[in-house]
């Protein structure tokens, strides 16, 4: 299996809805992380997780909230999220040691706040 | 400092034509990693290619190669013989270090357009 699987692949929410993004591996990856993508825009990284440990927050807003509950699964908790947070939200992962096919993206999910 | 750019926003190329995307890098670490994706419409980020900074080859995929001038720190992305299914947004990627838990930092991508 060498894919990164993101649920739900659209998700429509309310700015009072509490809503979670769910990304799954089964390569082995011990690094996940979380990418938000604006339109016609780069990805930028929100979370790195090294290990099932937070090892990078780039100063992301407290309304989003991430998990690593296991190496296989990587969660993003979303609560009182505004408008501009509408974006598209890339699950990656690799593996720890040196290699360089190590990032694999998932398909994304597309969030609209509504 | 931006670590990644890419100069060209948009470019259109014939169908059966090459093209070159341009990419630049800065950075001070020795050992670092080059990545190449490509973004359709759907939004899946697709794997093309990579370069280590202590490859002494230009690396090669296929249809993909990867000019690599380490010294003008470039790593320009070759696509021959385009096809109409190469229409996409290219984004050119950097790992620093030689870890694979270190996040890429990604440059603000070309949209190429390959006209029939």
């Known amino acids: 299996d060498t894919e990164v699987t993101q649920t739900p692949k659209h998700l429509v929410m309310g700015m009072t809805n509490k809503k979670s993004l769910k990304c799954e591996q089964h390569m082995g990856h011990r690094a996940m992380y979380w990418y938000k993508q604006k339109a016609k825009k780069p990805p930028e990284l929100m979370f790195v997780?090294?290990?099932?440990?937070?090892?990078i927050n780039e100063s992301v807003p407290s309304r989003f909230s991430p998990e690593c509950p296991n190496s296989s699964l990587l969660n993003l908790h979303l609560h009182a999220l505004q408008p501009e947070d509408s974006a598209l939200y890339l699950c990656?992962?690799?593996?720890?040691?040196?290699?360089?096919?190590?990032?694999?993206f998932g398909s994304g999910t597309r969030l609209t706040v509504v | 400092a931006q670590k990644i750019t890419q100069t060209q926003p948009g470019m259109f190329v014939q169908e059966k034509e090459a093209v070159t995307l341009d990419c630049t890098y800065d950075?001070?670490?020795?050992?670092?990693?080059l990545f190449w994706y490509k973004q359709p419409s759907s939004g899946e980020m697709i794997f093309l290619i990579y370069?280590?900074?202590?490859?002494?080859q230009n690396a090669t995929e296929g249809r993909y190669s990867l000019n690599f001038q380490k010294a003008r720190k470039s790593a320009n992305l070759v696509i021959s013989a385009s096809q109409l299914g190469d229409s996409a947004m290219y984004f050119c990627?950097?790992?620093?270090?030689?870890?694979?838990?270190?996040?890429?930092?990604f440059g603000k991508g070309t949209r190429l357009s390959v006209i029939a």
């Open positions: 990627a950097m790992r620093e270090g030689i870890t694979g838990n270190t996040p890429l930092v």
């Open positions: 370069q280590g900074s202590y490859d002494q």
């Open positions: 990656a992962s690799s593996s720890p040691g040196y290699s360089y096919y190590g990032y694999t």
């Open positions: 997780y090294s290990y099932e440990k937070l090892s």
């Open positions: 950075t001070s670490d020795p050992s670092y990693g």
